[in-house]
């Protein structure tokens, strides 16, 4: 049991033991704080016992911190890779490329699509992906604006009406006077919401950092004050430490660490499922 629990302890609980050092070095106190404090002490006490020949081993309560935030973690790498793959089919909604019209090349010639600016004139043929917002000046055609607004028919688009960046010419051509490009455009912005609101972090999860900096420290005064007390009241000092122990591995926030990155990770998969884009966790 001490042999796997050293392995548990030193593969899955290194990166854990790490940022709790760092933190502590520049006294952030943070959730890996507690899960290190929690599962060194009931790894360090257990060695204790298995040293003094006593059966009273508390191994499994050690890897069990370690197991269950590093299962949180891969739960939310999963959800957050399904919400990359969806954000790829947005992505792929960016053409790479251009047809821009000039007076030498009245039909268009490609450049790069970053290349494009407002103003520019540019023309999309059937079964082209519009790379920017703007106004149709010559041509006709219809939309298909499905991936970008959810309508399910294409819409029919002739000189002087607006044309999204992301749809995509069903039939017909279409010279378009750029207006909104990059991350201007409704496709550009819809993907930055994407790709910030993933990075962003909840209104629980900052409340929580805060908290935790008074928390750690206070959830170690306690643990103290506890094996103090059961010693003074001359129950051993064996007793004394298994108290002090077990307040710091209940206090061990895993289903916080759990919770809500996972959360929030589920949450802007299932939106996106159902045609939303989140913006903001507050709302």
């Not at 006294?27 to 899960?35: P, W």
Request: glycine share 10%.
């Amino acid at each position: 049991m001490a042999a796997m629990a050293a392995a548990v302890m030193a593969y899955g609980g290194a990166p854990f033991f790490l940022r709790a050092w760092q933190g502590l070095r520049h006294a952030a106190f943070s959730m890996e704080a507690l899960i290190t404090v929690g599962a060194l002490s009931a790894f360090g006490f257990s060695t204790y016992n298995l040293l003094a020949g006593s059966i009273h081993l508390y191994y499994d309560t050690a890897c069990m911190l370690i197991t269950l935030v590093l299962l949180g973690k891969i739960l939310e790498r999963r959800a957050k890779d399904e919400v990359l793959e969806g954000l790829q089919g947005l992505l792929s909604l960016m053409p790479t490329k251009v047809r821009i019209v000039e007076e030498a090349f009245p039909e268009g010639r490609f450049v790069a699509a970053e290349r494009l600016a407002a103003g520019d004139l540019f023309r999309v043929v059937e079964n082209e992906v519009v790379a920017a917002d703007g106004v149709v000046v010559s041509g006709g055609g219809a939309s298909d604006e499905s991936s970008i607004t959810g309508e399910p028919r294409p819409v029919m688009k002739k000189p002087g009406d607006p044309i999204r960046s992301g749809s995509r010419l069903h039939h017909g051509s279409v010279t378009i006077c750029a207006d909104q490009v990059g991350t201007e455009s409704t496709l550009g912005q819809m993907i930055a919401v994407v790709q910030n609101t993933l990075n962003l972090r909840t209104p629980g999860e900052s409340r929580t950092e805060k908290i935790l900096q008074w928390f750690v420290p206070a959830i170690i005064a306690l643990a103290a004050a506890t094996g103090v007390a059961v010693w003074l009241r001359g129950q051993g000092l064996d007793a004394a430490v298994l108290r002090a122990v077990t307040v710091t591995v209940i206090a061990c926030p895993c289903a916080l660490g759990i919770a809500i990155p996972l959360a929030r990770v589920v949450g802007v998969a299932l939106a996106a499922r159902n045609g939303m884009l989140i913006r903001s966790f507050s709302a």
